[in-house]
């Protein structure tokens, strides 16, 4: 069995779209996942599972979720290999950590849509890509920041969600 992260966007903000964490884990427990573990409210998972692929087991997760809560959740899946190269491979670890996150996308974007915007300035803000992913550095909150999901998700047509850096590191320890 393969060890995996999932992380999924949207669930228990602002009272909507709202999934205990102790009811997904037993969710997916019962779709065959093992060793699931969650992280904080916001739909962080870590689990095996015997499937080799990531988005196999992200159609499971949305199609259960979808069955049991009735409405959707994008989730994006990834092994924890590839968690641990995004970590190993942060372009802004010299920066504080506070202000460090990481946009995780479903999909690699094509690299027309990514050239289009790589370059843009968003000062005081800084971004950098990798295949799935854009690493942030945030100078004030992330909810002020123009480079949200919305904007990663609309220049690049792809299914974007972020996490803080501490999040991120979490889920490779857990």
């Known amino acids: 069995m393969t060890k995996y992260i999932a992380i999924l966007r949207g669930i228990n903000v602002g009272g909507n779209r709202k999934i205990l964490?102790?009811?997904l884990k037993n969710l997916?427990?019962?779709k065959g996942f093992k060793n699931v573990v969650t992280y904080i409210q916001s739909g962080n998972i870590t689990f095996n599972h015997c499937s080799e692929s990531s988005?196999?087991?992200e159609t499971i997760i949305i199609k259960a979720i979808k069955e049991y809560y009735d409405f959707d959740v994008?989730?994006?899946v990834m092994r924890t290999g590839a968690v641990q190269k995004i970590i190993e491979n942060n372009p802004f670890t010299?920066?504080?950590a506070s202000k460090l996150h990481v946009t995780f996308f479903n999909e690699q974007p094509d690299l027309d849509l990514i050239s289009k915007i790589k370059?843009?300035?968003f000062a005081p803000d800084k971004f950098q890509f990798t295949k799935k992913a854009v690493y942030l550095c945030i100078a004030d909150k992330y909810h002020k920041t123009k480079l949200s999901n919305a904007y990663f998700e609309k220049k690049l047509k792809v299914t974007a969600t972020t996490r803080?850096?501490?999040t991120v590191n979490?889920?490779?320890q857990i």
């Open 55 to 57: 988005s196999a087991i």
């Open 94 to 96: 010299e920066d504080d």
């Open 28 to 30: 997916l427990s019962q």
């Open 74 to 76: 994008p989730t994006i």
């Open 21 to 23: 964490m102790a009811d």
């Open 164 to 166: 803080n850096w501490k």
């Open 170 to 172: 979490k889920l490779l």
């Open 119 to 121: 370059d843009l300035n």
